[in-house]
């Protein structure tokens, strides 16, 4: 469910924007043992550890009434204009895992952006800008569901806020689990009408000022250093000096839902010789880290569709029929599915990637030393939901 939430509301660096927290500090105390942890440190201890109660990133401090020890709270707007709220459990020694359910208080910049709820609740206030006169529908799903229902009957409303009933969250958040699946409720609401209201900037506590050590990043072996590239009409021309190495360029616009068609070709860009190999690189960051590789060893003729690791020649392979020079390549990118299907001369290789790439911002081209330079040319990157082409510089 958090996997899903990330595509709606990708994270965001720590120290960006405003961050409040409650004075109040909720101490949660646990007996270890040798069963517990690793830590031998602990066993055979009480330990006590505290965090502030509420906490909330680019919003007001939600508030929370509670008639027994209360939950975390913790809530988010997000710079898409999103929000997300969250409760968390509690432990003590009496209970080593409990959740307690409080009435919690939000308020929300932007109805017209979805809202992620996560976690148990007594009732969840969602607090608006001003009444929502034109609602039409408040639309709610489990994170894990692909269709949402309309729940505009079982919510209250009054003037600018709407209440949530907190056993509705619970069951609209967990009706997509497998049976015994304790995981906590996670769902998401999307109200619909026209003229929903938003806040204006007053809603955004100002930044405290964070200071942000500077540190050396070490990418790892497959990129230490990039790739060398010459672009020139349409031709992306790529060489590793070692190792294994990549070169991207940002995308006009992000891949973060739907599917996507990429097509190209690829060569050597001299004589071909032993270890020529060229690979499409999808990224959610400027430096690769979370990333998907699609291409081929061309002198072997094989095609691999594979995660960002550093041995790239341990990756699953499959043979391809080689005709020619030319690698005439087509990737299917399914960001819903989580799926990546690379196929050359009718040839295809599908493979499943994780939720750690939430998005694709960057497109680009690796390849390794023992390669030579690799030739990319007739690159074409195409939205299939909406036939609207993507390009790079």
Not at 126 to 138: G, I, R, S, T, Y
Not at 261 to 276: L, S, V, Y
Request: charged share 20%.
């Amino acid at each position: 469910r958090f996997g899903r939430w990330s595509r709606i509301a990708p994270a965001f660096p720590a120290g960006e924007g405003s961050y409040l927290s409650s004075d109040t500090e909720l101490i949660d105390r646990c007996d270890f043992t040798a069963w517990d942890t690793w830590a031998k440190n602990t066993y055979g201890k009480r330990v006590s550890q505290s965090a502030p109660a509420i906490m909330a990133r680019n919003m007001p401090l939600p508030e929370v009434e509670s008639e027994g020890p209360p939950p975390f709270v913790c809530a988010t707007t997000y710079p898409n204009g999103a929000t997300g709220i969250a409760t968390e459990g509690r432990v003590s020694p009496e209970h080593p895992w409990f959740q307690p359910r409080a009435k919690v208080t939000v308020q929300i910049k932007d109805a017209s952006k979805p809202i992620g709820i996560v976690g148990y609740y007594r009732e969840l206030v969602l607090e608006f800008a001003k009444p929502l006169q034109n609602l039409e529908h408040v639309w709610g799903q489990d994170l894990l569901a692909d269709q949402a229902v309309d729940l505009m009957s079982k919510v209250s409303m009054d003037g600018k806020r709407l209440t949530i009933p907190g056993k509705l969250i619970e069951e609209i958040g967990t009706s997509a689990g497998d049976p015994g699946d304790l995981s906590a409720p996670g769902m998401v609401l999307q109200l619909s009408g026209p003229s929903l209201p938003l806040a204006g900037s007053e809603f955004t506590p100002k930044a405290n000022p964070v200071t942000v050590a500077d540190a050396a990043v070490d990418q790892g072996a497959p990129f230490m250093e990039e790739a060398r590239l010459w672009s020139r009409g349409g031709e992306y021309n790529v060489s590793a000096r070692k190792a294994s190495q990549v070169v991207l360029l940002k995308l006009s616009d992000s891949i973060s839902t739907g599917s996507a068609t990429i097509t190209w070709t690829m060569k050597p860009a001299g004589e071909p010789e032993e270890g020529d190999n060229g690979f499409l690189v999808l990224s959610g960051d400027q430096m690769g880290m979370s990333s998907v590789l699609a291409g081929a060893w061309m002198d072997e003729g094989q095609m691999s569709v594979f995660e960002n690791t550093s041995n790239w020649k341990d990756m699953p392979t499959k043979k391809y029929e080689t005709s020619a020079d030319d690698v005439k390549c087509k990737l299917v990118l399914d960001m819903d599915a989580r799926t990546a299907e690379l196929i050359i001369n009718g040839s295809a290789y599908k493979q499943g990637f994780s939720e750690s790439m939430t998005r694709v911002d960057f497109l680009g081209f690796g390849g390794s030393q023992n390669s030579g330079s690799i030739l990319f040319t007739d690159l074409k990157i195409q939205m299939d939901a909406t036939g609207e082409l993507l390009t790079i510089p």
